[in-house]
């Protein structure tokens, strides 16, 4: 499975950027199994969990500190998983990946994914 992340940027506070997701490669059955997720990283910090998408359900999962400001959804047809990211910080700057795993359901641990995109810079000026 491959992913290519897209959409990050430089934006000024109060912003927002909308991050793409597409994914491709050898698959069991399509990707109806699979759950997919956004995590962080920002300068000197661990990777964080952001949001995660079972892609059957559309289930969502979020991070408390992006509730209310940030969107996961899917695009089945184009196996793409977007991130809508509104009323930017300068705390949400960070590299953003995306990842995926084979199982039907999200979750919000960093080891419970196999697969990841290269990652995209968000920049958050105040």
């Known amino acids: 499975v491959q992913l290519q992340a897209s959409g990050g940027g430089l934006v000024q506070a109060g912003g927002s950027l909308r991050l793409s997701c597409a994914a491709s490669?050898?698959?069991?059955?399509?990707?109806?199994?699979?759950?997919m997720g956004w995590f962080r990283q920002a300068p000197g910090k661990e990777r964080e969990f952001v949001a995660a998408i079972t892609w059957s359900t559309g289930r969502t999962y979020y991070a408390d500190s992006v509730k209310g400001r940030f969107t996961i959804s899917r695009d089945n047809a184009k196996n793409t998983v977007y991130l809508q990211m509104i009323s930017l910080e300068p705390e949400d700057t960070a590299v953003y990946y995306c990842?995926?795993?084979?199982?039907?359901?999200?979750?919000?641990?960093?080891?419970?994914?196999?697969?990841w995109g290269q990652g995209t810079l968000v920049t958050v000026s105040s």
């Open positions: 490669g050898r698959t069991f059955s399509g990707f109806s199994d699979y759950a």
């Open positions: 990842a995926t795993r084979p199982e039907p359901i999200a979750t919000m641990s960093l080891s419970g994914y196999n697969y």
